[in-house]
């Protein structure tokens, strides 16, 4: 049973103790780091942070833990992965993603979807703020140096030439957008895109939401004969409320000629070389980078109707990468 006394010391940081990484040390660094940056960065304060950071989550640990749902907290810090990479998003608000990590990509030519907007690297359309990603798009006529004009802006980045893994764990904690006609994505390239072009590249996607009306996220396979609209795909559906509601948590776990599908802990499919259509190659055995969008209309979602309500945002919490122990 929590204690009530450890709840209320625990409240204020809670937000922050749920997304801590597996490593007690990591996690004392996340909260430390955010007592600095509310009280301001002194040799008192960082004293205090030090101490504070340990003892709040040695005393909040059970009590944080025991409230959380399945929705909220991550399923991935058990004794079969390792922690390998991972972006918590805690850089100033307004600021970009960690140019170390991310590399945010430009552009209105579609983008192989027939996608309406316009991805800038402005962070009226991706930034961090308050702890989280924020991809926001949003309704406005935008004309790009190359001379595109778009009526929508929005953002995506990508850790591509940054960061690529074979096999693991991957998961990221995101809410999703509720317009209509917003496309909302979680995915990974191969890293031969540049030589070996897509689909041969491979493709998977971790959590795709496509902005319709059923409340429904998508996660696929793309690969030589198995592409688009003929991807190996399955869907998932919350059994109450919807994906706009409340963050989940949204993982695949790769390994060796098997890839698994996850929304908060629940495993929803399992993909092997045994679902590929006949003479079909398997294009799931190399490294794959990381990509996050939130695009607007395109081939499956369509334009948003006239009732679309823009902006519209896509909140990540974090993404985090494990390897195998």
């Known amino acids: 049973m929590a204690n009530p006394v450890a709840r209320d010391l625990c409240s204020p940081i809670s937000k922050y103790v749920e997304k801590l990484p597996a490593s ?14 509310v009280f301001g960065d002194t040799a008192v304060v960082r004293k205090f942070a030090v101490v504070a950071s340990l003892t709040l989550f040695l005393l909040c640990l059970e009590t944080v833990h025991g ?3 399945a929705s909220t907290t991550s399923t991935s810090a058990n004794s079969d992965w390792v922690l390998t990479w991972h972006d918590e998003f805690d850089g100033p608000n307004g600021s970009p993603p960690d140019a170390r990590k991310w590399l945010v990509q430009s552009g209105g030519n579609g983008w192989g979807n027939n996608e309406l907007e316009y991805y800038t690297s402005r962070p009226q359309n991706v930034r961090q703020e308050d702890g ?38 991957f998961e990221a904690r995101i809410q ?49 004969g198995y592409s688009g609209r003929n991807s190996l795909t399955s869907s998932f559906r919350p059994t109450a409320g919807s994906f706009s509601d409340s963050f989940h948590i ?15 802990g629940q495993l929803y499919a399992t993909r092997t070389p045994s679902d590929l259509p006949k003479g079909a190659r398997w294009v799931f055995d190399h490294p794959y980078f990381l990509m996050l969008n939130l695009a607007v209309g395109g081939d499956v979602p369509s334009r948003p109707d006239p009732s679309a309500v823009f902006p519209q945002k896509m909140l990540v919490d974090y993404v985090r990468v494990y390897s195998p122990r």
């Open 67 to 69: 409230q959380e749902t």
């Open 250 to 264: 949204f993982a695949v776990e790769w390994e060796p000629a098997v890839l698994r599908f996850y929304v908060d």
């Open 176 to 224: 999703n957008p509720p317009g209509h006609g917003v496309w909302s994505a979680f995915w990974m390239l191969g890293d031969d895109f540049p030589t070996a072009g897509w689909p041969a590249c491979g493709e998977i996607d971790v959590m795709e939401e496509f902005g319709l009306s059923d409340s429904k996220i998508h996660g696929s396979l793309h690969g030589p």
């Open 24 to 37: 007690k040390l990591a996690a004392g660094l996340v909260v430390s780091r955010k007592i600095i940056r």
């Open 132 to 169: 989280h990603l924020v991809i926001e798009a949003i309704a406005e006529k935008f004309t790009g140096p190359d001379g595109i004009q778009r009526d929508y802006t929005s953002g995506r980045i990508s850790t591509k030439g940054l960061f690529s893994q074979k096999y693991g764990r």
